[in-house]
T-cell receptor, first 115, second 113 residues
Framework: GNSVTQMEGPVTLSEEAFLTINCTYTATGYPSLFWYVQYPGEGLQLLLKATKADDKGSNKGFEATYRKETTSFHLEKGSVQVSDSAVYFCALSGSGSSNTGKLIFGQGTTLQVKP | DAGVTQSPTHLIKTRGQHVTLRCSPISGHKSVSWYQQVLGQGPQFIFQYYEKEERGRGNFPDRFSARQFPNYSSELNVNALLLGDSALYLC????????????FGPGTRLLVL
């Protein structure tokens, strides 16, 4: 079945450092891929998405490229801020009618940014 | 425009009780999905509803049920609560049953004692 694997955290960085959070997936067909962010005590916010191979999603300085050849969707940011401290979830929505409406999430990666 | 809203924000119940959680989707969205997020884990899919019909169900026992109303709001019901049902329950809405992008509400935090 479909699955998502994220790098384990926590990831601790200094402000202005470069961020990479790895995400790989297993899926049949052509899933859509997402990154969500969860701040303490809150729900999930959509950060970015990509719906087909080689698409690059971007938002608020974060980027991720849908790599079908490596089944990956790694999240990157060139310069992190303290306010980026949160839990980041990679997710996929499978292709085909049987998978509609179901997001499959990774286990989440906690990012801590220190001043 | 208002985002997805959920009520209540927090709830404390005891084992064996029943609970009802409520969700209002983004205006214009017709599909609602429910997820359970246990502390330290990613959300797990429970149900999807579109146009008042169940379109998908995750691997949860029959104690979990849901429905969607004509105004597209939704309720999640859990019977015979167990300690393991303690979690953050998230509601997400999307424009249609086939639209893959989902927008989440703030969640209802349920504690079962």
């Amino acid at each position: 079945g479909n699955s998502v694997t994220q790098m384990e955290g926590p990831v601790t960085l200094s402000e202005e450092a470069f961020l990479t959070i790895n995400c790989t997936y297993t899926a049949t067909g052509y899933p859509s891929l997402f990154w969500y962010v969860q701040y303490p005590g809150e729900g999930l916010q959509l950060l970015l998405k990509a719906t087909k191979a080689d698409d690059k999603g971007s938002n608020k300085g974060f980027e991720a490229t849908y790599r079908k050849e490596t089944t990956s969707f790694h999240l990157e940011k060139g310069s992190v801020q303290v306010s980026d401290s949160a839990v980041y979830f990679c997710a996929l929505s499978g292709s085909g009618s049987s998978n509609t409406g179901k997001l499959i999430f990774g286990q989440g990666t906690t990012l801590q940014v220190k001043p | 425009d208002a985002g997805v809203t959920q009520s209540p924000t927090h709830l404390i119940k005891t084992r064996g009780q029943h609970v009802t959680l409520r969700c209002s989707p983004i205006s214009g969205h017709k599909s609602v999905s429910w997820y359970q997020q246990v502390l330290g884990q990613g959300p797990q899919f429970i149900f999807q509803y579109y146009e008042k019909e169940e379109r998908g169900r995750g691997n949860f026992p029959d104690r979990f049920s849901a429905r969607q109303f004509p105004n597209y709001s939704s309720e999640l019901n859990v019977n015979a609560l167990l300690l393991g049902d303690s979690a953050l329950y998230l509601c997400a809405s999307s424009q249609s049953g086939r639209e893959k992008t989902q927008y989440f509400g703030p969640g209802t935090r349920l504690l079962v004692l």
